[in-house]
Nanobody, 126 residues
Framework: QLQLVESGGGLVQPGGSLRLSCLAS????????IGWFRQAPGKDREGVSV????????KHADSVTGRFIISRDNAKNTVYLQMNSLKPEDTAVYYC???????????????????WGQGIQVTVST
């Protein structure tokens, strides 16, 4: 059973940066594609970034393109989300999630992800 644990969240000022980590255990991370999702208060959960099994495929939501970078180190069983130029509207609980089969047609469909972390708060504020 794959388990995912997020870390690296916190409070940051607008324009600042944070790096989230998603550490996997219980199974080999390279068997899974990983997505980062977020949910702000009163809003639906939305997909942020996705990375394929080897890291050769990445996709970001339009709202974060050019600011966020997703990467992975399978040897460390870890996926990262580097978040730069943060805005107040990036404030949310961020989740990493895993799926074995990745379809380019459903990259941000959260129903397709089988395993989820517990989430971590990111707050962008002065």
């Amino acid at each position: 059973q794959l388990q995912l644990v997020e870390s690296g969240g916190g409070l940051v000022q607008p324009g600042g940066s944070l790096r989230l980590s998603c550490l996997a255990s219980g199974s080999t991370l390279s068997s899974y594609a990983i997505g980062w999702f977020r949910q702000a208060p009163g809003k639906d959960r939305e997909g942020v970034s996705v990375i394929g099994h080897s890291g050769s495929i990445t996709k970001h939501a339009d709202s974060v393109t050019g600011r966020f970078i997703i990467s992975r180190d399978n040897a460390k069983n870890t996926v990262y989300l580097q978040m730069n130029s943060l805005k107040p509207e990036d404030t949310a609980v961020y989740y990493c999630a895993a799926r074995k089969v990745l379809s380019v047609l459903t990259l941000f469909d959260d129903d397709e992800y089988e395993y989820w972390g517990q989430g971590i708060q990111v707050t962008v504020s002065t």
